[in-house]
């Protein structure tokens, strides 16, 4: 129930306030540029659980050890948390397929807020219909797993320059994306809101000079 006050209230402040509000607490990169969604009308907000790509390496590839293991294994095995975003990093191939619509269909249902991944995605009609948002690099047509294979889940990775940690805070809607520090929710949030309020203080007054006869 918290997680979804949160991400009514995230949505309404929007990436680009969020983004200023973090660049208060912190001084690392945060934001993530502009990405593609089946639906960019749906923002995505929870608690980032990781999948690690690298390039594919037959030698390296174990029995058992498919997307389903990584997938469970990153969200938790037994129960997947509802509220949590899968992020799947690019494994230096973002122009590449990382999933579609019958991998993730394993999402759908859990309760995910979302999927997060610096590659490509198949199926966008499909993952349209899912009850999950998801944003991408765009809609891939070939299969990439002879290019890239999940590799580790629960580490920290990189999407678009950003490192994301498990537990970390993401949030992405058509302008962009920030990751937000597990600890640092609360204080961003609020100075979030002071950020709003200080912009609209500020349009107020550039009306009022506008309006205002030249002298």
């Known amino acids: 129930m918290e ?8 949505a309404r402040l929007g990436c680009a306030t969020l983004v200023d509000a973090v660049g208060r607490v912190h001084r690392h990169r945060v934001h993530i540029p502009s990405m593609a969604s089946p639906d960019p009308s749906r923002t995505l ?36 948390g509802p509220g949590q975003v899968l992020v799947l990093s690019s494994g230096g191939y973002p122009d590449v397929s990382h999933g579609g619509g019958t991998k993730l269909s394993r999402a759908d249902g859990h309760g995910l807020a979302g999927v997060l991944a610096d590659g490509r995605l198949r199926d966008f009609d499909q993952l349209r219909g899912y009850s999950f948002a998801t944003w991408c690099r765009g809609e ?51 100075i979030a809101e002071e950020v709003t309020a200080e912009e609209a203080a500020a349009t107020k007054i550039i009306r009022a000079e506008a309006a205002q006869p030249d002298k």
């Open 3 to 10: 997680d979804e006050t949160l991400a009514a209230k995230t």
């Open 45 to 80: 907000f929870g608690r980032a659980a990781t999948i690690s790509f690298m390039p594919y390496r037959e030698d390296l590839v174990e029995p058992g050890r498919d997307f389903g293991y990584f997938f469970y294994g990153a969200l938790g095995r037994r129960a997947p």
């Open 140 to 190: 891939a047509v070939r299969w990439g797993g002879d290019t890239v294979m999940p590799h580790a889940f629960g580490i920290a990775v990189e999407i678009s320059g950003v490192c994301v940690n498990p537990g970390d805070y993401v949030y992405m809607d058509s302008a962009g994306g920030v990751v937000i520090p597990s600890a640092s929710l609360h204080r961003v949030i609020d």
